[in-house]
Nanobody, 130 residues
């Protein structure tokens, strides 16, 4: 079982910054995409940003220009979050699209293809106060 471990969440005031990190445990599967999703209380999970093996990022409109996703040999993925707003408050989940037989549970269309996420971390809480 591949583990994804997030870190870096916390509480900040409006306008502050946080950097989330996600480390993927050792595995032998091909990695196609990694990404970040979030879910606020009472709301559905939504994609925040994704990145593929070529390093091409895709952002949701709500975070474009404020968040930056990066990857480290597609084993670790980071999310730099700047100019945070109260509406960014949510639990943030790291996800990976790995070439295993495990079924995917979320898909994201990107400029270079479809990411089909089948592995998830436990999540890290981000709280932004006004």
């Amino acid at each position: 079982q591949v583990q994804l471990v997030e870190s870096g969440g916390g509480s900040v005031q409006t306008g502050g910054s946080l950097r989330l990190s996600c480390a993927a445990g050792r595995h032998t599967y091909s990695t196609y995409c990694m990404g970040w999703f979030r879910q606020a209380p009472g709301k559905e999970r939504e994609v925040v940003a994704t990145i593929n093996t070529d390093g091409a990022p895709t952002y949701s409109e709500s975070v474009k220009g404020r968040f930056h996703i990066s990857q480290d040999n597609i084993k670790n993925v980071y999310l730099q979050m700047n100019s945070l707003k109260p509406e960014d408050t949510a639990k943030y989940y790291c996800a990976a699209d790995l070439g295993s037989s495990k079924p995917w549970t979320a898909t994201v269309a990107t400029m270079t293809g479809l990411c089909a996420y089948n592995y998830w971390g436990q999540g890290t809480q981000v709280t932004v106060s006004s």
